[in-house]
């Protein structure tokens, strides 16, 4: 009887990892900015939850829930990275990492203004213009309030219209967005 039912959640969690995989991969590279760390921060969550699939497949979201544990592994990553690109200025010199043509308007591409977002601006900004989810379903994901996402959301479009210098910043970011999925690890 054991066997049936790891069998039927085997079934049921393979179906979700094909209709979810490349979604989740997409969040994660958007929300890290980093293509080749995407595949490796999907398939850990897909682990994980793979781990949790009874606790995952009874929630009411399933998919928010596997976005949430993302955008928390996500997270988790640029707080490594931040940590040990510290390490790193203390053993080497201190010189600040530069941008290339810094002062050429309108060159700051849409990935770079979201990476230079704080983490919870931009995770509701992907997950509300990337992923058109609702202030709700991004509240799920991200295990926050509506007003939260409302807010961050708001300041984090602002803070990109300032970094991109243009009010249509939303079409810029939206459109975007919609091309890193289609484009994926593939050079510009």
């Known amino acids: 009887m054991g066997t049936v039912v790891d069998n039927a959640a085997s079934v049921e969690f393979h179906a979700f990892f094909e209709r979810h ?3 989740l991969a997409r969040l994660a590279h958007l929300l890290t900015g980093e293509a ?3 595949d490796d921060l999907a398939a850990d969550a897909l682990l994980a939850l793979w781990h949790r699939w009874d606790r995952v497949r009874a929630a009411d979201h399933p998919a928010a829930y596997a976005r ?15 940590r040990e690109r510290r390490r790193v200025a ?6 600040e990492e530069k941008t290339e043509n810094p002062d050429v308007a309108g060159a700051v591409d849409v990935q770079e203004a979201l990476r230079r977002l704080p983490f919870r601006k931009r995770a509701c900004v992907v997950l509300r213009h990337a992923f058109d989810l ?3 379903d991004t509240a799920l994901a991200l295990g926050v ?6 807010s961050q959301t708001s300041k984090g ?3 990109l219209q300032r970094l991109l210098g243009t009010p249509a910043a939303e079409h810029r970011v939206h459109a975007a967005m919609a091309r890193t999925g289609d484009a994926g690890g593939r050079d510009r």
Request: aromatic share 8%.
């Open 21 to 23: 995989y490349a979604e």
């Open 36 to 38: 080749d760390a995407a």
């Open 68 to 82: 949430g544990v993302v955008a928390n592994l996500a997270r988790t990553r640029i707080r490594s990275a931040v």
């Open 90 to 95: 203390l053993f080497w010199s201190q010189r």
């Open 134 to 136: 609702s202030e709700k």
């Open 145 to 150: 309030s509506v007003g939260t996402v409302k």
């Open 157 to 159: 479009m602002a803070e």
